[in-house]
């Protein structure tokens, strides 16, 4: 496994040349020349929102595998790792990709922010109908001719369209999904399962998962720890320590899927000092032995 991909390992990769004084970048699909057809699993230094036309793909995070074909608008982040497939060879549409330079305080405290389009949790990949998929399409295509100007203000005209192209998205979103919290326990547990997937993905054998105890997330957040937990469950429904395992089962299972390190290895950088106690873990959040899950899923 490869560590963080830079915004400047992104135009490499591509073949397109890198300008390190911008921070907003666009372009149509098919007039960006790739090497291969597989990107690493791995987490990006940036963000990137992706109109899919025409293609079929395979996007895969850690924990699921999504099919896309034909239209799909794609959300990521850097706090988010993931591959993704080209199927088809011909693959027509548009993406966007800037750096936190780019997010302004509006991006970042606006109600479009604050959905669950960039968090952690939420819907990042989402199938417009024909209507929204024109206006998007409009969008990107504003977006285009913006970038290629010398308007004095074009980041902030190019910042609104990012806006708006949030908010068609977010018109796609179920209504509860879409509310926006505001409460100390919202905050809390945002900033809990921010720093839980601050962790992931481990790209190293000497890498270690550190904090993975309620009680030292809430050291971390200075907050008691009984407050923590409740807060987690009031508005996640799990436990803190529910959601700790899982997270440290998905990562288990995509370096078992991702990696040739053997369960002790495995085990060790997810904070388990011996593979035994790794092995009982795994197979207690999974119903199935490290081994046998590499096995099934290689075949």
């Known amino acids: 496994m490869k560590s963080h991909e830079s915004i400047s390992g ?7 040349a890198y300008d390190a004084f911008d921070s907003f970048y666009i372009y149509r699909m098919q007039d960006v020349s790739s090497l291969s057809n597989r990107s690493p699993f791995e987490r990006r230094d940036y963000y990137k929102i992706s109109l899919l036309l025409e293609g079929e793909s395979i996007l895969t995070y850690a924990d ?5 074909n034909n239209t799909a608008i794609v959300f990521s982040n850097p706090m988010i790792p993931y591959a993704w497939q080209r199927i088809s060879e011909k693959q027509t549409g548009y993406f966007c ?3 936190e330079q780019f997010v302004s305080h509006r991006l970042k405290q606006e109600s479009p922010a604050a959905s669950s389009l960039f968090k952690v949790q939420g819907d990042h990949v989402l ?6 998929t024109e206006r998007m ?7 285009m001719k913006e970038a290629e100007g010398d308007y004095k203000y074009k980041q902030d005209v190019l910042t609104n369209y990012v806006v708006l192209l949030m908010h068609e998205a977010l018109k796609l979103v179920p209504p509860e999904n879409t509310y926006v919290r505001t409460t100390s326990a919202d905050r ?11 962790q992931f993905p481990i790209t190293a ?5 550190r904090i993975r105890s309620a009680a030292a997330f809430a050291a971390q957040l200075s907050v008691h720890v009984n407050y923590l937990n409740k807060s987690v469950k009031t508005i996640t429904g799990k436990t803190t320590t529910t959601l700790i395992a899982e997270h440290l089962a998905k990562e288990a299972q995509s370096l078992l899927l991702h990696t040739n390190w053997n369960a002790a290895e495995i085990g060790y950088c997810i904070g388990f000092g011996h593979a035994a106690n790794f092995n009982i873990f795994f197979r207690k959040m999974t119903g199935e032995t490290p081994g046998h899950f590499r096995e099934r899923n290689n075949r």
């Open 127 to 132: 199938f417009p109908g024909k209507a929204a």
């Open 188 to 198: 809390v547990t945002e900033l809990f399962l921010e720093l839980l997937a601050r």
């Open 97 to 99: 990709l800037f750096t």
């Open 137 to 143: 399409t409009g969008i990107f295509e504003m977006m």
């Open 10 to 16: 992104f135009f490499r990769r591509r073949g397109k």
């Open 64 to 68: 699921r595998t999504i099919p896309v």
């Open 205 to 209: 054998v000497h890498d270690r998962i």
